[in-house]
């Protein structure tokens, strides 16, 4: 790995978490005005048509096959299951309550992808995720608590669990090209999120004010078609277990965020947790993907593989 790829990657994951970090933000809007999975799957169905677009301009031809069902379970479980069932899950349970659980995704993600044969199982992996829960516990403080409805509880970790499956399906099918990834992927996310809007019985309608459609306008431009291609990007050259990481880091951008843009106080816990965190991150994502750049291999599929524009033939 050159140095220059190693900070093409650092610099890509960055900018996912701080994408990732500015759509609590964005979703904060948009959830005023639009009912959740209507607005998720409008987000999504949006950005898909734009992924088409890009591949119809660049020449991506549309992958097919074993390719095109890989994105579509990718999409189904990243883009529909995980943001119904967290959505699901925050109509019953406190923020900080879904915080936590989703802060888990780093060693669910580790513990499928050594099932699987993709990584080596590591004690750094234990601490870093450890480290992730602690952190965004902490952060999380004076939101946790109350009644834990075991239906809502489960979606949360349905919702991680969920989050952490799509990672590890994105690193078994190097040979898809992210765009075909994105494109499919979303498109299947945005239909099962469909379906869930309808069973509960949301109000379609598009906004009508003008805060909703610039949450909505960032939610799809960079909150989703920026987001999920570093991501890739990302997943690509790391493990699927650092890679998650970012999620983890989101919540401080968040919380960041929300004291810039909305007044939201900033207490000792969020200094504290914030700092756990991005020792989480350090140790989870940078430290191991510096151990492997030093030749520690990783089972599985090769870390790094090329695609062309003629994948899933």
Request: net charge positive; glycine share 12%; proline share 4%.
């Amino acid at each position: 790995m050159t140095r220059n790829m190693d900070t093409n990657t650092y610099l890509a994951f960055a900018g996912a978490v701080l994408i990732g970090g500015a759509n609590f933000v964005a979703v904060s809007f948009s959830n005023r005005e639009l009912p959740p999975l209507f607005g998720a799957a409008l987000r999504f169905a949006l950005a898909a048509i734009i992924f088409f677009l890009i591949m119809r301009v660049s020449g991506v031809s549309l992958a097919r096959g074993r390719a095109a069902a890989g994105a579509a379970v990718y999409g189904l479980l990243g883009f529909g299951g995980a943001y119904a069932f967290i959505y699901y899950a925050l109509v019953g349970l406190a923020a900080g309550t879904v915080a936590v659980i989703m802060a888990a995704v780093p060693l669910f993600t580790l513990m499928m992808a050594v099932l699987l044969g993709q990584e080596w199982f590591t004690v750094r992996g234990i601490v870093g995720g450890s480290l992730a829960i602690a952190g965004i516990a902490v952060l999380s403080l004076g939101t946790l608590g109350g009644d834990l409805n075991p239906v809502y509880l489960i979606a949360a970790v349905l919702g991680a669990v969920a989050a952490s499956a799509s990672t590890v399906a994105a690193k078994s099918l190097p040979n898809v090209h992210p765009l075909n990834m994105n494109a499919i992927g979303m498109t299947s996310g945005a239909f099962l999120l469909t379906i869930g809007s309808l069973l509960l019985g949301e109000r379609w309608a598009l906004p009508n004010e003008t805060n909703t459609w610039l949450a909505l306008s960032w939610l799809v431009v960079l909150g989703s078609v920026g987001l999920f291609q570093l991501f890739l990007y990302v997943v690509r050259r790391w493990t699927a277990s650092a890679t998650v990481y970012a999620l983890t880091g989101m919540p401080v951008v968040a919380v960041a965020l929300g004291a810039v843009m909305l007044g939201q106080p900033v207490t000792p816990a969020v200094l504290v947790g914030g700092a756990m965190v991005i020792a989480a991150v350090y140790v989870g994502a940078a430290r191991q993907d510096t151990a492997d750049a030093k030749g520690r291999s990783t089972p599985g599929p090769a870390r790094q593989r090329e695609w062309s524009n003629e994948e899933g033939v």
